[in-house]
C-alpha cells in the first residue's frame, strides 16, 4: 500500500532544533526545505540544523479507503426464498456498511473483509424481486430472483394404481384406474410421443376406482400414463406403457 506524504507540518509536533533527531535514520521523518521531501541522508539533516534550521516532520496521511464491489449470485431455494449469496470485495481487513434492499425491505450489515480483501454474507429474497447492495448510497451490486419453482409431486416406487383402457367407440377408449385414495381428487396424465400430453382429472369412488369418460386415441400413437393422487401427494408412472385391449 502506498502512503501519501505531506510537507506541512504535524499538527502534534512542533518543530526541533535537535540535530540528535536527524541520527540512526530519524533524518527520514522530518522534511528537507529545499526538496519538500523528507531528508535523503542524515548529513543534509545535520546540516539544517546547524545552520539555525529547525526540523519539520513529515505528517503521514490516512490511507483513502478504497469503496468495495459486490457479487451477488442467487443460490438455492427453501421456504418460499432464494437464498442470495453476495461476496464484498474491497480494501483488506476493513469492515464496510452495506445496505441490502429486496423489494420494500431494507437491512444493513457489516462485513469485515479478510486479508484477501473479501467478505461474505447471505439473504433471502423473495421470488422475482430486485435485489440492490448499497455502500454509502451508491449500488455496488444487483440480482433479480428468477420465478419460484414448480415443485413436482414426488413419484412413489413401484405400482401404487394401476389403470386400464377399454374401447367405448370407434376410435374412443375409457380409461380406469384402482388403487387410489377413497373419494380423493385424481387425475390420469397421459403424454404421447414428441411430448403432447392430455389430462383425465377426476375423483375416485369409495372403493379407490376411477373412470374416464371416452377419450379419443389413435393406435399408431400409444402414450405412457401417469397416475396422480392429490390426497397422498404422490404419482406414480404406469409401466410398461399400456396398449388399449382393441385397436
Known amino acids: 500500500m502506498t502512503v501519501a506524504v505531506s510537507i506541512v507540518p504535524s499538527a502534534m509536533a512542533a518543530p526541533a532544533a535537535d540535530k540528535e533527531l536527524c541520527k540512526s535514520g530519524g533524518f527520514a521523518s522530518y522534511v528537507d526545505p529545499t526538496t519538500d521531501l523528507p531528508f535523503a541522508n542524515q548529513g543534509r539533516c545535520v546540516a539544517l540544523v546547524n545552520g539555525g534550521g529547525l526540523l519539520v516532520a513529515v505528517e503521514e496521511e490516512p490511507p483513502v479507503l ?9 443460490a438455492a431455494f427453501a421456504n418460499g426464498v432464494f437464498d442470495v449469496a453476495v461476496e464484498a470485495q474491497g480494501q483488506p481487513n476493513t469492515t464496510y456498511a452495506l445496505d441490502l434492499q429486496a423489494g420494500a425491505v431494507q437491512e444493513t450489515r457489516s462485513v469485515t473483509t479478510s486479508a484477501e480483501g473479501l467478505a461474505y454474507t447471505t439473504v433471502g429474497v423473495a421470488p422475482e424481486t430486485l435485489l440492490e447492495v448499497r455502500h454509502n448510497g451508491v449500488v455496488i451490486g444487483s440480482v433479480i430472483t428468477p420465478a419460484a419453482p414448480v415443485e413436482e409431486p414426488p413419484v412413489e416406487e413401484g405400482l401404487r394404481a394401476s389403470v386400464a383402457a377399454t374401447p367405448a367407440r370407434p376410435g374412443y377408449f375409457t ?3 384402482a388403487g387410489l385414495s377413497p373419494n380423493g381428487g385424481m ?8 411430448g403432447q400430453t392430455v389430462s383425465q382429472p377426476g375423483v375416485a369412488d369409495a372403493n379407490g376406482n376411477w373412470t374416464s369418460n371416452p377419450t379419443s386415441l389413435s393406435c399408431s400413437a400409444i402414450p405412457t400414463y401417469t397416475v396422480q393422487d392429490y390426497t397422498t401427494g404422490t404419482a406414480t408412472p404406469v409401466a410398461p406403457a399400456l396398449t388399449p385391449t382393441d385397436c
Open 187 to 194: 387425475r390420469l396424465l397421459l403424454t404421447f410421443p414428441g
Open 175 to 177: 380409461f380406469s384406474a
Open 66 to 74: 478504497i469503496a468495495p464491489t459486490a457479487k451477488v449470485t442467487v
